[in-house]
């Protein structure tokens, strides 16, 4: 028998340590195994341990995000959320602006203009396209020259929401005098495309028909206009806005007084006056003192000639004093006074002459009394003439 063998069989045969009973005993690692291919040992390595998380995976295992990859992602977000936010802010600052950009607020944007006296802002928005020599008192000078302006009381719209064509009816004061006028507003083309626009297409103008009588300049304000010398009769025609003005005469020259003129304008409900259903005024202007005693003066000369010769055979002096025979030619009465002769310019007074003839039929001295007229003369603009010592001029003449 073979020792080695024996000994062999005996190191088989020899059961395991038993096992203790108070803790089991923790697994010791798996050797690595070695297999021999040939000669040379192949070591095979332990299996890696598995993450917890990736048990619960099913044995998936994730990489971990870094933290530049987390921050980028957090930016987009915050810049997703914040162009949202953007566009909300967007869509309801436009809604609230097209809430606000109505038919009303045009109109009483308008008005509010009127009242605050800004003549240009609103011409702005309504041109009423008339020539600048009819529109010369609509500017700001003039409306801050006004006695009075408009007061908004109300402006209201017509319930016709979808239509592109509005009626806006406003209610104002004027000097405490209500009024309403009915302003038409059409849709305009959006800004931007989405805020929506309206357009007056009305402007609050109403003509005036302007007449002078000795008056053709006058003034609202710091603005002066004229009325043509060959429509002084008719009138021009002007546009005010709304309001109470006060028109002042100027440049009448030291022989006409005129007062100043107050007019009010006020819309007609729902309407614009023009042509001759346009308001009318008259600046009327008056002959003075100082005229008068031109036309006595002139009238005292003229009586003073009519006495001498060859000054008596003038056309303009009576008949009586116009004789070649007479033996006496005098004056007993000169013109004390002139009245006026309606409102033309014309004077009258009251002249004696005392006559004597040679004729054999009238020897007898005798007393003339003659009316003397002392009309003034005017120029192809209706202006007094007068001479190089800036005195007026007049035709002077005795009656028969």
């Excluded at 436009?94 to 944007?109: D, H, K």
């Excluded at 017509?158 to 038409?184: H, I």
């Excluded at 440049?251 to 614009?272: C, F, H, I, N, Q």
């Excluded at 003075?288 to 002139?298: G, I």
Aim: include cysteine; hydrophobic fraction near 40%.
């Amino acid at each position: 028998m073979d020792v080695h063998a024996d000994n062999a069989d005996q190191r088989m045969t020899v059961p395991p340590p038993a096992p203790e009973h108070d803790a089991p005993a923790a697994p010791a690692p798996a050797a690595p195994q070695a297999w021999v291919t040939g000669q040379v040992p192949v070591m095979v390595p332990p299996p890696a341990e598995v993450p917890p998380a990736a048990q619960a995976n099913g044995g998936i295992a994730f990489t971990p995000m870094s933290t530049k990859s987390r921050r980028r992602i957090k930016r987009s977000v915050i810049a997703v959320v914040a162009l949202a936010v953007l566009a909300g802010v967007g869509v309801l600052s436009i809604m609230f602006a097209n809430w606000t950009r109505t038919p009303e607020a045009t109109v009483r944007q308008y008005l509010d203009y009127l009242a605050a006296g800004k003549a240009s802002a609103a011409t702005a928005m309504a041109d009423p396209g008339l020539a600048n020599d009819k529109r010369a008192f609509l500017t700001d000078d003039v409306m801050a020259a006004a006695d009075a302006r408009i007061v908004i009381e109300d402006i209201v719209a017509d319930t016709n929401e979808d239509a592109k064509t509005r009626t806006v009816t406003a209610t104002m004061q004027l000097d405490g005098e209500r009024f309403t006028y009915n302003f038409t507003v059409s849709s305009a083309k959006p800004t931007f495309g989405v805020l929506k626009n309206w357009k007056l297409e009305n402007s609050l103008v109403m003509p005036v028909r302007i007449m002078g009588e000795k008056v053709s300049k006058f003034s609202v304000g710091e603005v002066t206009t004229s009325v043509p010398a060959g429509e002084m009769t008719i009138g021009t025609e002007f546009v005010f806005y709304p309001g109470i003005y006060t028109l002042t005469p100027v440049d009448l020259g030291e022989y006409v007084d005129a007062d100043p003129v107050t007019l009010r304008v006020k819309p007609e409900t729902g309407s614009s006056r023009s042509g001759d259903t346009a308001q009318r005024v008259q600046l009327k202007g008056d002959y003075n003192s100082k005229l008068t005693d031109a036309a006595l003066s002139a009238a005292v000369a003229l009586t003073n000639s009519c006495a001498t010769v060859p000054g008596n055979i003038d056309q303009a002096c009576p008949n009586s004093v116009r004789a070649t025979n007479l033996s006496v030619l005098q004056v007993k009465k000169v013109p004390a006074t002139m009245k006026k002769r309606g409102d033309d310019g014309s004077f009258t007074g009251e002249a004696v002459f005392s006559i004597q003839s040679t004729s054999s039929w009238d020897k007898e001295p005798h007393d003339v009394d003659s009316t003397v007229t002392a009309t003034v003369m005017l120029d192809e603009n209706g202006a007094i003439k007068t001479d190089a010592s800036g005195e007026p001029q007049f035709k002077v003449s005795f009656g028969y």
